[in-house]
């Protein structure tokens, strides 16, 4: 397992950006898929976007053209860009990686199996 601090606490206005970083080990951040998944209010887990270790990216249909996954190799740390920000993005965002060395990214949240704490965004209308 790998562990991940993340970092970036949100409350915002629709339209607004914002950036969340989660903070891995160099080692893991360039041989880990890493992912952020959300959970809004009296939902369940939902994946936002993923990050192959090659680099290939992974997004939800709700975040495409809006958010960007990306990492910073020397940094061990994978960010999460998020633009256009409406209401319905509030939920608590969670970084996940799995590997090492795994080809594809994966969707589902079971697939990964090392996880930040989580942390907040709340955007309002």
């Known amino acids: 397992q790998v562990q991940l601090v993340e970092s970036g606490v949100g409350l915002v206005q629709a339209g607004d950006s914002l950036r969340f970083a989660c903070a891995a080990s160099v080692r893991a951040s360039r041989s880990y898929n890493m992912a952020w998944f959300r959970r809004a209010p009296g939902k369940g887990r939902e994946f936002v976007a993923a990050?192959?270790?090659?680099?290939?990216?992974d997004y939800a249909d709700s975040v495409k053209g809006r958010f960007t996954i990306s990492r910073d190799y020397a940094k061990g740390a994978v960010y999460l860009q998020m633009n256009s920000l409406k209401p319905e993005d509030t939920a608590i965002y969670y970084c996940?990686?799995?590997?090492?060395?795994?080809?594809?990214?994966?969707?589902?949240?079971?697939?990964?199996?090392?996880w930040g704490q989580g942390t907040q965004v709340t955007v309002s209308s």
């Open positions: 990050l192959t270790w090659t680099g290939g990216t």
């Open positions: 996940a990686a799995r590997g090492p060395y795994l080809a594809a990214t994966s969707v589902s949240g079971d697939a990964y199996n090392s």
